[in-house]
Every structure is written in structure tokens, then in C-alpha cells.
């Protein structure tokens, strides 16, 4: 599976949803002037990353034949 380059873009993508969550919830966290200019639009990037993620999870599946 590991060895499935379509696997390894939905890892990253899954990754990449991961980090901007992680950036998010720090400025949430601390507040401050980062948070105020920039929570909108991590969430942002949030949604629109978190939706590539899931077509690409979803296209795999549909790639390799689903659950059997």
C-alpha cells in the first residue's frame, strides 16, 4: 500500500490538512494580534484543504475497488 504513489498524495494531503489544523489551534491558543489576522483564513485552508483530503480518500477507494 505504501508503495501506491495515489496512497502516498492522500497521506501528504491528510498531513497538510493536519498542519494547518495544528497552526490554528496555536494562534487560537495564544491570541493575540496573529490570531485576529489570521484565524479566518487558516479556517479557510482548513475547509478547502480538508475537502481535496477527503475526494482524494474517496477517489482512491473508487481507484482500488472499495471495501470487498
Known amino acids: 500500500m505504501f508503495d ?3 496512497f502516498t498524495i492522500v497521506v501528504i494531503a491528510v498531513f497538510v490538512v493536519l498542519v494547518i489544523l495544528m497552526i490554528g489551534l496555536g494562534g487560537f491558543a495564544a491570541g493575540g494580534d496573529f490570531n485576529k489576522k ?4 487558516l479556517m479557510r485552508y482548513r475547509i478547502i484543504a480538508q475537502a481535496v483530503a477527503v475526494a482524494l480518500i474517496l477517489g482512491f477507494i473508487w481507484l482500488r475497488g472499495g471495501p470487498n
Open 38 to 41: 489570521n484565524s479566518n483564513k
Open 4 to 6: 501506491d504513489p495515489l
